[in-house]
Nanobody
Framework: QVQLVESGGGLVQTGGSLRLSCAAS????????VGWFRQAPGNEREFVAGIWWSGVITYYADSVKGRFTISRDNAKKTVYLQMNSLKPEDTAVYYC???????????????????WGQGTQVTVSS
């Protein structure tokens, strides 16, 4: 079992920044792929960013490219999502998810992940 705990959400004005953290515990290993997803009320859960076990290969949704940066610290078992230039449309509950078997082509599919955190609310005011 792997446990994931997100933190760092909050209320910020348009153009502001937040850094989310996803701390892992349990039977973790550095070969887990970690993804960040978000879900706004009435919307489906959508992929935001993902990072491969090496930390070198990263993927982003088009809507956040150039504004968000995903990184990981395997020694701390933590994955970060630095969010800059936030917009009201970024408002959502953000979740991190992990799995050891995901392929590159399936990284954007939330149903592929076995382990999920409880989510952290991000609200961007206009």
């Amino acid at each position: 079992q792997v446990q994931l705990v997100e933190s760092g959400g909050g209320l910020v004005q348009t153009g502001g920044s937040l850094r989310l953290s996803c701390a892992a515990s349990g039977r973790t290993s550095s070969n887990y792929v970690v993804g960040w997803f978000r879900q706004a009320p009435g919307n489906e859960r959508e992929f935001v960013a993902g990072i491969w076990w090496s930390g070198v290969i990263t993927y982003y949704a088009d809507s956040v490219k150039g504004r968000f940066t995903i990184s990981r610290d395997n020694a701390k078992k933590t994955v970060y999502l630095q969010m800059n230039s936030l917009k009201p449309e970024d408002t959502a509950v953000y979740y991190c998810a992990a799995d050891s078997r995901i392929t590159t082509t399936r990284m954007r599919t939330w149903a592929e992940y076995d382990y999920w955190g409880q989510g952290t609310q991000v609200t961007v005011s206009s």
